[in-house]
């Protein structure tokens, strides 16, 4: 069974406004889905669309439906676990660059061959992307 969510017209007033003038993507793409939803997009093209999961367009439809906007507009990340390869960024860095490592799987062979961590694929390109580790582009 699909989630659905109704959203009333003075909502959709205000997430028009927020997506006119939000400036921090995470609240940013949140009031983008709820509009494209109420524009008749498909939850799969939303998710497409910017770049989430759908199993998180479903979670911002469960946050919306149970707190509104308000809730919407918060972050809850107090109880996640701090990431082991925070202690190891720098020297993740310095990999990429000294190792002239172009792609995330040379990455992830790497970081396992030196630090002996395993880290899956799609996690670490996120943590790249969100750490700002900049692979080497290799030239054609």
Not at 36 to 63: F, P, Q
Not at 82 to 98: A, C, E, H, Y
Not at 117 to 132: A, D, G, I, P
């Amino acid at each position: 069974m699909s989630i659905q969510v109704i959203i009333p017209k003075r909502d959709l007033q205000i997430i028009n406004l927020k997506r006119k003038s939000e400036k921090q993507a995470k609240f940013l793409r949140r009031y983008q889905c709820l509009w494209m939803l109420h524009e008749g997009y498909l939850k799969k093209e939303i998710a497409l669309i910017l770049s989430v999961n759908i199993d998180t367009i479903t979670d911002w439809i469960k946050i919306y439906n149970n707190t509104g906007l308000t809730g919407l507009g918060l972050l809850h990340y107090e109880d996640r676990r701090p990431s082991i390869l925070d202690t190891r960024k720098t020297d993740i860095k310095n990999l990429v660059i000294n190792e002239n490592i172009s792609t995330i799987k040379e990455l992830q062979s790497k970081i396992h061959t030196e630090f002996g961590l395993e880290v899956e694929h799609s996690w670490l390109y996120r943590y790249c992307k969100k750490n700002f580790v900049y692979l080497i582009r290799k030239p054609d």
